[in-house]
């Protein structure tokens, strides 16, 4: 069974900071790897896909990397804003056959004016 | 991308009644999903749901309490039945669209999600 692991699970950092956030997967076999934002009590917003044949996505200043072999992806955001404050979510499709996503628990990001 | 629409945002109802969840879609998709956020907590899928055809539960999700409709291509409901504090939750509808391009991918969308509290 698929996990999907976050880390770190809460982060506050100073306007301005460039910032990595964690993800790790169990089953390397996967379709493709998603970035969701999600504001308190509101939905989700898709960041950045990435499929399974690619090693990194590029949308302005995030940067969603991808390494399947070690079950792992980084979602780098340059120059921090408090509008970037959210919690940020990792999903996975599973290549299986399973459509569904898998979710991390989340990493909580604070961005301090 | 896709447009989803989910009724009601919230609601707060009591123990023992049930509730009934709509999700709206501006295209038409194979695929829609059901998942339940409950607080603090991140995404668990309730259910996958396929026109035409019975919805497919998860370990943990039976049909009596989470009875689920797709009559088209561009709309699901979710019923919350017999409900309990416990089913305090956002229920959120996802679909999966298919994207051409370069490359070929399927990308999951969300909607606004369904805010229920439970007394």
């Known amino acids: 069974k698929q996990e999907v692991t976050q880390i770190p699970a809460a982060l506050s950092v100073p306007e301005g900071e460039n910032l990595v956030l964690n993800c790790s997967f169990t089953d390397s076999a996967i379709y493709n790897l998603q970035w969701f934002r999600q504001d308190p009590g509101k939905g989700l917003t898709s960041l950045l896909l990435?499929?399974?044949?690619?090693r990194e996505q590029t949308s302005g200043r995030l940067n969603a990397s991808l390494d399947k072999s070690s079950g792992r992806s980084t979602l780098y955001i340059a120059a921090s804003q408090p509008g970037d404050s959210a919690t940020y979510l990792c999903?996975?499709?599973?290549?299986?056959?399973?459509?569904?996503?898998?979710f991390g628990s989340g990493t909580r990001l604070q961005v301090q004016p | 991308s896709a447009v989803i629409s989910q009724k009601p945002s919230r609601d707060i109802c009591q123990r023992g009644t049930s509730l009934t969840i709509q999700c709206q879609v501006d295209?038409?998709?194979?695929?829609m999903f059901w998942y339940r956020q409950q607080p603090g907590q991140s995404l668990t899928l309730i259910a996958t749901?396929?026109?035409?055809?019975?919805?497919?539960?998860e370990s943990g999700f039976v049909i009596d309490k989470f009875p689920i409709s797709r009559p088209n291509l561009t709309f699901s409901t979710l019923t919350v039945s017999n409900m309990s504090p416990e089913d305090s939750s956002i229920y959120l509808c996802s679909v999966e669209k298919w994207a051409r391009g370069e490359d070929s991918y399927n990308e999951q969308f969300f909607g606004p999600g369904t805010r229920l509290t439970v007394l």
């Open positions: 295209s038409q998709v194979t695929m």
């Open positions: 999903a996975v499709r599973g290549g299986t056959g399973r459509r569904a996503l898998t």
């Open positions: 990435i499929q399974s044949s690619q």
């Open positions: 749901a396929n026109q035409g055809s019975e919805a497919t539960y």
